[in-house]
């Protein structure tokens, strides 16, 4: 591998990684909602029922 | 809508890809590394485009007074600083094997980017020292503002000093390259700024959602 292809691979991996990082970061900030929903779903169901 | 976006966007970067591995000739006297520009100019551009955006929406915000129009401006500026990152970054690289180092002073158009950079940087350290409320949205849009100034003094500054080190591409008699270049680039600027607003809905349709939730928490706690 030479060098210029060494330090174009890391350059796109900085992309791929930065955005991969993001996109993963915002999955477990989805996750979080999801848990959020289920957990006032549960709250919401508790206080109709008592 | 993201939904749409983001298949566009993934499809678009496919292609960004393939064309640039297999399309886009080997620039003559750079070589492969040359490849580094179909990335990094389009990931600046996109990040000039959603601090403009930012500023836009904090620019609604201070006329119209509605909510909405911060909490847009700050995601904006958000991605913006997330696209300035990866800027410097593959500058960065892009800088060390074609001048043998990782970053010149001596540049104007790097150090005016990286002003900008750390100018909207320091964004989210005076929104989070304010408390939440029109105060916090007043500040960080009239931030926002001062820093759109810098957008177009960094955007010109390498042609109004002269700069001989930082290359210029796009000159007052079009673009410098070869057509299988310029059409790899749009292609490549096209997929980053779809990207770009794809995270754009994805994020803002998460903080609207995670506000939504908080206030029914407070509704249905006792």
Redesign the interface.
């Known amino acids: 591998m ?4 060494k ?2 691979a ?3 991996l ?2 791929f990684v ?2 991969l990082a ?1 996109v993963l970061i ?1 999955g477990a ?2 996750g979080r ?1 999801e848990r ?2 289920a957990e ?1 779903t549960e ?2 169901r508790r ?1 109709l029922d008592g | 809508m993201s939904s749409r976006n983001s298949w566009l966007s993934l499809a678009l970067m496919a292609a960004a890809i393939a064309l640039v591995a297999f399309y886009a000739p080997e620039d003559a006297n750079q070589g492969l590394s040359q490849k580094i520009f179909y990335f990094h100019v389009p990931i600046a551009l996109t990040a000039y485009a959603c601090f403009g955006w930012g500023a836009w929406k904090a620019l609604r915000y201070l006329w119209r007074r509605e909510e909405h129009y911060d909490l847009e401006s700050y995601v904006a500026i958000h991605l913006g600083v997330i696209f300035g990152a990866m800027t410097l970054l593959t500058g960065s690289i892009w800088a060390k094997i074609s001048w043998g180092v990782w970053w010149t002073w001596s540049s104007n158009q790097l150090v005016l980017f990286l002003v900008l950079f750390l100018f909207y940087s320091t964004y989210f350290m005076l929104r989070f020292s304010v408390e939440d409320g029109p105060m916090r949205a007043n500040l960080s849009a009239v931030y926002a503002l001062f820093g759109v100034v810098l957008i177009p003094i960094s955007f010109l500054a390498i042609r109004l000093a002269n700069d001989f080190i930082h290359p210029t591409v796009f000159t007052s008699a079009g673009p410098q390259m070869s057509g299988s270049m310029f059409a790899t680039f749009c292609v490549c600027l096209a997929a980053f700024l779809a990207l770009a607003a794809s995270f754009y809905g994805i994020e803002l349709a998460g903080k609207r959602l995670d506000a939504k939730l908080r206030e029914l928490r407070e509704l249905l706690s006792p």
């Open positions: 030479t060098a210029s292809e330090y174009l890391a350059a796109y900085v992309v930065t955005v993001y915002i900030k989805l909602l959020e929903v006032l709250l919401a206080k």
